[in-house]
């Protein structure tokens, strides 16, 4: 697999947040949306094989594990990390931009899912599988990154359009005020969570 890296660290957002976590960063990106703060995983990194990575993450003492990227399922082992990951009894999520069909994951029963759909700002709205919100799971999250008001509707429209059974978390571009998406969520009654990025508050932006 080409890994970027693997560190230690807090869970910054969704429904794990502030849990202490290890993350495995890979490379590689299909989508470049406007706000993306993971530019400098789109290259590099080292090619890195599953078992390696087992023997890595060891050294951490933590038990939760968060596959993220750049785009994971652009990497053709991730299957087989997933399944070692679970072989090793660690708890797994994965963070996923809503451009690659998540059906593959589906077997495992156990893993956290947590799904993107983009947003106008990103420029990459066009990009999403809708057909991924049919796979969500309770044990799931999907999130909306939000710039603006339009950026808002766009969501809410496909929320009403789809049903999903799964936590919503809206969060805010960093560096926009969430107390102006916090009083649109209060003032339309909407059932989701306010999501905030906890690590870049504790470490600021440049830090995990």
Known sequence: MRIYEIFYSLQGEGRESGIPTIFIRTVGCNLRCTYCDTTYAYTGGEEIDVEAIIRDIRRYPCRNVCITGGEPLLQEDVIDL????????????????????????????DILISLDIKCPSSHMQDKMDMRNLTYLKDKDQLKFIIYDRVDYEYAKEILDKHQVSCPIFFQPVWGVDPSRLADWILKDGLQVYLGLQIHKIIWGEGKH
């Open 82 to 109: 997933i399944s070692r990951l679970t072989e090793e009894n660690y708890k797994i999520s994965i963070e996923t931009n809503g451009s690659i069909s998540i059906k593959p994951l589906l077997k495992f029963k």
